[in-house]
């Protein structure tokens, strides 16, 4: 069935030309996406444009789960990339609130192209969705060692990548050979049904890359989101609040105290013995051995002087009586007095 106009507005072919002409700019454009308001406007246009030709798609029943792909006309076969340039356009949108929202949706567009495909014959692979996942593991005839299942997976994984980037520059090449004729209009309907379908092919390639680089995104966001959500207790205990210690004037000693309090009667003195006790009541400092307050330097290198001294006598009177004690001894004891064991 071929796709028809509207009456009261642009066609489809038109719209959808259009959103996949402004993809396109936005593809080869240096700019980045956030960089000036004209980008995001293209943006918006392309994807009103797509919306529209989607909505008339839909209305028209171009496609159906029940039909083979022998069945389509070879001028409709270029609607069945509305979906893909959907998805495409909006990973385009910068809006940094709704990236998560963003995401999901052209994940959504990506998929329902996928599933098209597929129920077209135009591709055969397992879609990336959790019922797979649960049919792969239901059908698996035993555990795997997790070490190489992750080797294989990889290995897998790494050349379906390369095969794919193998297939892609092929359909470029074979497209870029294609295309003049078809947009000369000199192109028969067998050359241009093989030039929308190798487009379709094209995109799916695109699909599967853009999915994987959705669900890479996601993780990091739901990783993200659960770090902000997690309340603060499960990142360890927190300290226990310090009670605020009021502003005092700390003062040596009484006198100061008075003075200093009679220029700011607004705040409290405290001298230093008062300072000390309130901290050792509080068991942060234990009791030292202080200089008593009012004590001058003059003062305390005298005490200490004096104090070197009377060591220097009670060493020195110590001595004396040593001495003395030995001189006594040895009037006693004659030189020589208790050996007596060699003596005959």
Not at 51 to 77: G, I, P
Not at 81 to 92: D, I, Q
Not at 183 to 197: P, V
Request: aromatic share 6%.
């Amino acid at each position: 069935m071929m796709a028809e106009a509207g009456a009261d507005g642009p066609r489809l072919a038109e719209l959808l030309a259009l959103g996949r002409r402004l993809w396109e700019e936005l593809e080869a454009s240096t700019e980045p996406s956030s960089g000036a308001p004209a980008v995001q406007d293209k943006v918006r246009q392309g994807l009103d444009a797509l919306k529209r030709a989607a909505a008339m798609v839909t209305q028209l029943e171009l496609f159906s789960e029940n039909e083979e792909l022998e069945e389509v006309a070879s001028a409709d076969l270029k609607f069945m990339l509305l979906p893909a340039l959907l998805g495409a356009l909006t990973l385009k949108q910068v809006d940094l609130s709704k990236r998560r929202e963003h995401l999901e949706s052209a994940r959504e567009h990506f998929l329902h192209f996928l599933k098209l495909c597929r129920n077209y014959g135009l591709c055969s692979f397992q879609l990336p969705s959790s019922t797979s996942s649960e049919d792969e593991s239901r059908s698996s005839p035993a555990p795997q060692d997790p070490g190489q299942s992750t080797l294989l997976a990889m290995a897998k994984s790494r050349s379906a990548k390369i095969e794919r980037y193998k297939q892609k520059k092929e359909l470029e090449n074979k497209l870029a050979s294609m295309s003049s004729s078809v947009e000369s209009g000199t192109a028969d309907e067998d050359q241009i049904r093989e030039f929308y379908i190798l487009q379709i092919q094209k995109w799916i390639g695109t699909s599967l890359e853009e999915m994987e680089s959705i669900e890479q995104e996601l993780v990091i966001l739901k990783s993200r989101d659960a770090a902000r959500q997690s309340p603060a207790g499960s990142r360890g205990s927190p300290r226990p609040a310090r009670t605020p210690v009021k502003p005092f004037i700390l003062t040596r000693d009484a006198a100061q105290a008075r003075v200093f309090g009679a220029g700011y009667p607004g705040l409290p003195t405290m001298t230093v013995d008062d300072w000390y006790e309130q901290r050792r009541k509080q068991g942060i400092v234990s009791t030292p051995q202080r200089v008593p307050a009012g004590t001058s330097d003059e003062e305390m290198q005298k005490q200490q002087k004096e104090t070197e001294e009377e060591e220097e006598e009670e060493d020195d009177e110590e001595a004396l009586r040593k001495a003395r004690d030995w001189d006594d001894w040895k009037d006693t004891h004659p030189r020589g007095y208790g050996n007596r064991h060699n003596m005959g």
